[in-house]
């Protein structure tokens, strides 16, 4: 069984009233206890939402919760109990934010490819299959792909550029 959690209000470890990765290291031996083998640690990458799906920063942790050099101090611990952890990386897309995004926007290759713009008035048709929402964006003027809403502009993985 894996615990699922969510750093941001988990346990805070530095005092500024957000749970952050010192904090969830000081409560591993509470979780182990639980009889659980892992953790699902939703987004830790930087990211300005408070969910941390649309991420800016692939290759560092969200200051708010840590830095690298904790976050391998928390798995670090984590493994010495035996236990388990899943980093959830949400990969299918970026934040609007994002570097990759904001040179696509400025029609720069090879980021352009990397995303799904709007080359055809048909695909405006396109709803989100569980509610209805539409999946296009407008971002001054260019239509993005963002099944899951504004902030996360979807990755185009058809692109051979992108790899």
Avoid at 16 to 22: E, F, K, Q, V
Avoid at 61 to 66: A, K, R
Avoid at 132 to 142: I, L
């Amino acid at each position: 069984m894996f615990y699922e959690l969510y750093l941001r209000s988990f346990f805070d470890g530095n005092g500024d009233g957000i749970g952050d990765l010192i904090g969830a290291e000081r409560k591993l031996d509470y979780l182990a206890n639980l009889g659980i083998e892992g953790i699902w640690l939703l987004p830790i990458l930087q990211s300005p939402s408070y969910h941390g799906y649309s991420v800016t920063d692939f290759f560092n942790v969200n200051p708010i919760y840590g830095n690298l050099k904790e976050l391998r101090s928390f798995l670090s611990s984590a493994h010495k109990l035996g236990l388990k952890v899943i980093l959830d990386l949400p990969i299918n897309h970026t934040s609007p934010n994002h570097e990759w995004f904001l040179k696509a926007l400025d029609g720069d290759k090879p980021y352009r490819d990397w995303y799904l713009f709007l080359k055809n008035e048909e695909w405006l048709k396109a709803r989100r299959h569980w509610d209805g929402e539409k999946v296009w964006t407008d971002y001054s003027g260019q239509l993005a792909y963002t099944l899951f809403g504004p902030g996360s502009p979807d990755l185009n993985y058809e692109s051979p550029s992108l790899w």
